[in-house]
């Protein structure tokens, strides 16, 4: 799609006056989506969608329009030069716009992958062969991921790649289950048979009786997979540089200093080790890692080209949301296999599930354990806990309660799906935290 | 442009058990002001086609946004292919379903076209509402907008079927962020754009957006200086833009019949309600009546056919307190061998329909907002979501609102903050203690329901008035 992304932009920046610019930002990707439910297949499909935002810039006045793209350039370019004629039309309206900001200099960058994947027949065939017994419910997603960026200024810039995520479940009974993900650019089928098979001996502890848990405070041991959950509700505006200024961040606190997490904390959008593009939808390159939050303080925050432009900061490649795309937070000392021994007795959260601020501004979550959660009892796993939901600060879980942080940390690419496959990634160790409270 | 697709699809049509083609156009333009400042105006031209083929008892799908005939043909051969590779190994023999042929169209009632209104005159409008939110400097944030998605789509079959349909979806929005340095406080016209409604420029009437911006400004300074809402358990009301949510979480949800089905347990989760319940399990008291109605055509989620193409009807899903019918389109009723609803939907021409909920309201009672308030002892009056969160049974729930009063004795007190509550899905509905008249009700909708894999946003509609509920965990901020 890289020629025809190009091509298309060429054919529009040549009807662009001397008054204007223009920037294409493009999403696309031909992917294979492919459910299972039972050990078998429920939904299986194909989706090949090409998207492009135009952007047409005249003064300081702006407007911006995303289109379908068919593939086929004459009947694109067609519609391109339609789109804009709406933009002339709309532009000649508007204000200035204050906080315009655009690249001053042109960076062109390339980023592409070789595919590695097998035909997606292959990879269902495998999953039904190894899942063969077991009530596996899940989606296998794969294929081709395009990003690319265009401006009349001169820069280029293109990303490909060929991931593939294969997100499941292996149910015992009721909602009880072992979550697992895999993800990555290379299909092995004898990872898939391991990481089934250890799937499997996770499940053989849902065999026990399940314990009854009392609201209250528990030692508490959080995996990578919900530690990601948890610190990913910082993401709603906690390290967006719009949200910090304006007092709607849910570290208020931590911003004004009033409180700090642990100092063993340290976040940071670290691009440089994660596998999305370089540069974001106007044309900024991202650099490869911005500190967040060092030793328990909020240290910097995502600047996009608006905030920048508002709040007279300097921009940092964020998106216009201002959350991370490939969110780092480093690991601690605790090795994983002590995990159970200093958990001791205490609860064993796998997952965790919807979570909400119940009270923002303090930095106060709820959310649901989900799947496998787990009773141990002198480092033993006992049985499975039914689902409970936990309501508490990030000050507390993450700074005054905080017993240790795992020394080895884990890599996920995102599995969201929604409007398109998402290229972000988390990369986080487990957490052992003292008096976590679960209330219902 | 419609006509022409048509017609190749017609030329393309493979010789499979079933096959069809749903065509989408969705115009998105979204204007907003946010802080005084016009943000450039976004809008998105979305259009293309999925085919779905069923075939040995296989389904597959394509999604393309080439709707020439060469792409038309190579959407029909991956979803053949698709559907021949499953039906080695289907959870169902879907050419087993009789699948509907159906002929009609559907339009949204409109009074005054979205387009009407000029760009100039949209910003002006925009303007003088935003203006009327900075009454005060410790309002430090402040926003409005306007949200037009027209949607036309076409739905053909392999049997001649053919369903026109163009829905006209209005969505404003306004909010208004007090802070005083240690707290924060919001409120908004309806969070999650909840005054999202089908039709034209009346929808703005309609939604108070010409109205509605001092309250809005002055309610979120009085929460900067309210106290905590107080804990315990005592008596709730919640507003109709409080009950959508509640509604929509734990009674929506879990009465999609995928998710009973199981398909759900990865991702969007599972539900407590189980096949057997249908017909006897009493969801809540005598007063809960809870319909699937397509028919209430300016409510957000309206249609005449699903995307699956069975014709849309109001259906009972809970009445007078008894579970009577799931929410599961034209493939889940065959799987379950349960009846259903038409809530086969799909976000857009790149997804697959899945069970949806579309219209999901609770049905009138007798009691003014005054009356309601009358029968408290000690109890809180709760308006406008702002925080929810349940488990993936659908059962254990905790959501927050935005602003809340005191109420003892029977009549309104003090504004409280932070007011959240929780509790299980089953137990709550049982403390239905009164339903709210017709003059507390709210035809509330939003554009943003997540579900399914892979993931989809789609349109939801919750009509309801305020409602009573006895003995509910309340509690407050930190």
Redesign the interface.
């Known amino acids: 799609m890289k020629d025809t992304f190009f091509g298309f932009f060429e054919r529009l920046a040549a009807t662009v006056g001397s008054a204007e610019r223009l920037t294409a930002h493009y999403k696309g990707e031909e992917?294979c989506?492919i459910?299972f439910?039972?050990g078998?297949?429920?939904?299986?499909?194909?989706?090949?969608?090409?998207d492009c935002t135009l952007?047409l810039i005249s003064g300081l006045k702006?407007?911006?329009?995303?289109?379908?793209?068919?593939?086929?350039l004459e009947?694109d370019v067609q519609?391109g030069l339609q789109?804009l004629e709406?933009l002339r039309?709309?532009i000649v309206?508007?204000?200035d716009?204050?906080?315009?900001l655009l690249p001053e200099q042109p960076q062109s960058t390339e980023r592409m992958s070789q595919m590695l994947l097998p035909d997606s027949?292959t990879m269902?065939t495998d999953i039904?062969d190894v899942a063969r017994g077991l009530d596996l419910?899940?989606?296998l997603?794969t294929g081709s991921i395009g990003r690319g960026f265009a401006s009349t200024s001169g820069q280029r810039n293109w990303f490909t790649a060929h991931p593939f995520s294969f997100?499941?479940?292996i149910?015992h009974h009721g909602?009880k289950?072992v979550?697992s993900t895999w993800s990555g650019f290379e299909w092995d089928r004898g990872v898939l048979e391991q990481k089934m098979e250890s799937a499997q001996r996770k499940l053989a502890i849902l065999d026990q009786p399940v314990k009854k848990l009392a609201p209250g405070r528990y030692r508490t041991y959080l995996t990578p997979a919900a530690v990601s959950d948890l610190v990913g509700m910082c993401s709603w505006g906690g390290f967006s540089a719009s949200a910090t200024k304006?007092?709607?961040s849910p570290l208020?606190h931590l911003s004004?200093g009033?409180r700090q997490l642990d100092p063993r904390i340290c976040i940071s959008e670290n691009v440089a080790q994660g596998v999305t593009e370089d540069f974001q939808d106007s044309g900024f390159i991202r650099p490869g890692n911005v500190p967040l939050v060092a030793e328990g303080k909020l240290v910097g925050t995502l600047v996009s080209p608006r905030s920048a432009k508002?709040y007279g900061l300097e921009n940092n490649g964020a998106g216009g949301g201002e959350s991370p795309c490939a969110l780092d937070m480093a690991g601690g000392s605790m090795p994983n296999a002590e995990v159970l021994e200093r958990l001791g007795t205490g609860v064993y959260v796998s997952n965790l599930?919807?979570?909400?601020?119940?009270?923002?501004?303090?930095g106060?979550i709820?959310?649901?354990t989900?799947f496998a959660t787990l009773w141990i009892e002198d480092g033993k796993p006992v049985g499975p806990i039914d689902?409970m939901?936990f309501?508490e600060?990030l000050y507390n879980a993450l700074g005054d309660n905080l017993l240790a942080l795992t020394r080895e940390r884990e890599f996920d690419l995102s599995t969201?799906?929604?409007?398109r496959r998402s290229t972000e990634s988390t990369r986080v160790p487990g957490a052992l935290i003292d008096a976590f409270p679960f209330?219902? | 442009m419609f006509e022409k697709t048509a017609e190749r699809f017609r030329e393309c049509i493979p010789s499979v058990d079933f096959c069809s083609l749903r065509v989408v156009r969705e115009q998105t333009e979204v204007m907003a002001m946010l802080r005084g400042v016009l943000q450039p105006p976004s809008s998105r031209e979305d259009f293309g086609g999925m085919v779905t083929v069923i075939h040995g008892g296989g389904l597959g799908y394509a999604a393309t946004s080439d709707l020439s005939t060469s792409g038309l043909n190579q959407a029909i051969a991956r979803a053949k292919k698709w559907a021949e590779r499953s039906a080695l190994a289907s959870v169902y023999d879907f050419s087993s379903v009789p699948m509907p042929h159906p002929q009609g169209t559907y339009a949204s009632p409109v009074e005054q076209p979205f387009h009407d209104m000029s760009v100039s005159d949209c910003m002006a409008l925009l303007k003088t509402e935003s203006d009327k939110l900075t009454i005060d400097p410790r309002v430090v944030h402040w926003g409005v907008s306007i949200m037009y998605v027209g949607t036309d789509s076409l739905y053909l079959t392999s049997g001649g079927g053919e369903v026109f349909q163009q829905l006209r979806h209005i969505a404003p929005a306004i909010e208004a962020v007090a802070s005083d340095g240690s707290d924060t406080q919001s409120r908004t016209m309806a969070s999650l754009r909840g005054f999202s409604q089908q039709g034209g420029l009346e929808v703005l009437e309609r939604s108070g957006f010409y109205s509605d911006g001092p309250r809005i400004a002055r309610e979120a300074l009085e929460l900067l200086e309210a106290p905590q809402c107080p804990s315990g358990e005592q008596d709730l009301i919640l507003d109709a833009d409080q009950m959508m949510l509640q509604i929509h979480e734990s009674i929506g949800h879990p009465l999609e019949l995928d998710r009973i089905l199981g398909d759900e347990r990865n991702y969007a989760g599972t539900s407590f309600v189980t096949a057997d319940m249908f017909g006897e399990y009493q969801y809540g008291s005598k007063l809960l009546n809870i319909t699937f109605d397509p028919t209430l055509s300016e409510q957000f989620a309206s249609y005449g056919y699903d995307d699956d193409g069975v014709q849309a009807t109001k259906e009972y899903l809970i009445q007078d307190g008894v579970l009577v019918r799931p929410l599961g389109g034209l493939l889940s009723q065959h799987r379950a061998g349960l009846n259903g609803v038409a809530n086969s939907r799909a976000c857009s021409w790149n997804r697959p329909p899945i069970d949806r909920m579309a219209n999901i309201n609770l049905e009138e009672g007798t009691d003014s907002l005054s009356a309601l308030i009358g029968q408290v002892e000690k109890g809180v009056y709760m308006r406008t979501n702002r925080s929810w969160s349940i488990d993936d049974s659908r059962n254990k729930f905790q959501f927050g609102c935005e602003w809340g009063r005191e109420i003892v004795d029977g009549a309104l007190g003090r504004v409280v903050r932070n007011p959240n509550y929780r509790g299980i899905s089953a137990g709550f509905w049982r403390n239905l203690k009164a339903v709210g008249d017709g003059s507390t009700r709210g035809v509330m909708g939003t554009p943003y329901c997540g579900k399914g894999e892979p993931n989809q946003v789609v349109r939801v509609g919750h009509a309801s008035p305020a409602c009573l509920f006895s003995n509910v965990a309340v509690f407050g901020g930190v």
């Open positions: 992917s989506f459910r439910n039972r078998l297949v429920r939904q299986p499909g194909s989706v090949t969608q090409n952007r702006q407007a911006n329009m995303e289109l379908s793209l068919s593939g086929v009947q519609r789109a709406t039309a709309w309206h508007l204000p716009d204050p906080h315009l027949g269902v039904l419910v899940g989606i997603a997100d499941w479940c149910y909602d289950a979550k304006i007092g709607m208020l004004s009033d508002e599930w919807y979570l909400n601020f119940s009270d923002r501004a303090a106060r709820t959310g649901m989900r689902p939901r309501d600060t969201s799906t929604y409007h209330t219902l």
